[in-house]
């Protein structure tokens, strides 16, 4: 929800850009933590979600590690001051180059997705008279009953170890004098709002943590990632609930005494801070159809193009008139995927109204890009 004083500020600025409400992270973050604590949970803030730096340094002052996913996040983490001994490293497709520098930074660990990547990092930590510490990122084929395209652990995806090849990892692990093997790590896919998924992918972990241990293999850390999803139909659902998220765990995880539980969360902590603001460039009465063509389209704002997926549109200079009028609501760049949402009902629209898109704090700002040659994409904070 907008105030009048924020409209206002809007009008002075080069549209478009991302609005970030950093009071309203400090919430997300504060409930969070505080949600976590009660049950001696660590969080890793999943920077893929949103790197800017306003707000890692926000997330890093609230005390949350960084799970990467790229070399230059890890540089990043530590950069802007993570503690490196809460800095993971995930990812189906590490370099050599990124394992490295990973080594070098002495981080907390790497989440390894395949036999073969965990003798290459046995090989190159050998070289650099290191012991990497590991824990095997395990696809559980759990369903995530989320977007096909944002599925993470069943068996057709590329993520994470599959069972079957289980064995063969701790044959790798046995004889990796330069490995340490610290536990297991799960991430079954993103904005999922069916907790009970998470019921399912505990009885998955302990089965894992079970085998490994049988095999004389202490399973220290179980890394279980994120997935939490937000409300995109209702953005004034501001935060998550967390405590009903991490209680799930405690009640169905069988944790050993002095085992960790981490969890990797990006959209729930930053998914609703943000909104995409826009100014309609164009109104185009069609037949059958009206268009909006905004001047922001799916090089700021992929999601839509890319999963169909669905943010709350408003009208910010008509917060007063009833929204009677349908439109579908498009970006300028050529391609027909380029539309944030089809028979919007707003106010009647004209030229130069400002339009918010909301829930654009996860996966946007990160995810523009500058096809058409366009311009980096703006951002402006405000703290209410
Ligand atoms: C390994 C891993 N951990 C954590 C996340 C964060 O997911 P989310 O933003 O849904 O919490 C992702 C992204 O899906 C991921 O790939
Ligand atoms: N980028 C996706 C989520 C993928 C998360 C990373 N595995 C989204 O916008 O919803």
């Not at 949970?41 to 609230?62: P, S």
């Amino acid at each position: 929800m907008f105030s009048n004083k924020d409209i206002a500020q809007f009008a002075d600025l080069e549209t478009p850009f991302y609005y970030y409400d950093l009071s309203l992270l400090q919430r997300s973050l504060s409930a969070c933590v505080e949600a976590a604590k009660v049950y001696d949970f660590h969080v890793h803030y999943a920077m893929k979600a949103n790197f800017n730096d306003t707000l890692l340094k926000k997330i890093k002052e609230a005390g949350l590690g960084a799970d990467c996913v790229s070399g230059n996040e890890v540089k990043k983490a530590i950069e802007v001051g993570f503690d490196k001994k809460k800095v993971v490293f995930a990812g189906v497709g590490k370099s050599d180059k990124e394992i490295n520098g990973a080594l070098d930074l002495d981080i907390f660990c790497f989440n390894v997705e395949s036999v073969q990547e965990l003798a290459v990092i046995n090989e190159l930590a050998e070289k650099r008279g290191k012991v990497a510490k590991v824990a095997i990122r395990i696809n559980p084929n759990v369903d995530a009953h989320t977007h096909h395209n944002i599925t993470t652990g069943l068996d057709e995806n590329k993520f994470g170890v599959n069972s079957w090849d289980l064995p063969d990892c701790a044959e790798v692990l046995k004889v990796s004098a330069n490995l340490e093997f610290i536990g297991i790590h799960f991430h079954i896919g993103s904005q999922i709002t069916n907790l009970d998924v998470f019921k399912n992918l505990c009885v998955r972990i302990n089965e894992f943590a079970k085998w490994f241990e049988e095999r004389g293999f202490p399973v220290k850390v179980l890394n279980v990632g994120g997935g939490l999803g937000i409300d995109y139909q209702n953005p004034e659902q501001q935060i998550p609930d967390f405590a009903a998220y991490f209680k799930i765990f405690n009640d169905f995880l069988e944790k050993r005494p002095n085992q960790e539980v981490h969890f990797e969360l990006g959209r729930a902590i930053v998914g609703q801070c943000s909104s995409l603001i826009s100014r309609v460039l164009y109104v185009k009465n069609g037949k059958s159809k009206n268009f909006i063509i905004l001047d922001a389209g799916m090089t700021e704002l992929m999601r839509p193009a890319l999963y169909q997926a669905y943010h709350q549109i408003e009208n910010l200079s008509k917060q007063d008139g009833e929204a009677s009028v349908k439109y579908d609501v498009v970006g300028p760049i050529c391609e027909s995927t380029d539309c944030f949402g089809k028979e919007v009902l707003l106010q009647e629209t004209v030229r130069g109204d400002l339009i918010g898109i909301r829930s654009t704090g996860a996966y946007g700002e990160v995810m523009s890009s500058h096809y058409n040659l366009r311009e980096n994409v703006r951002v402006a904070f405000s703290e209410r």
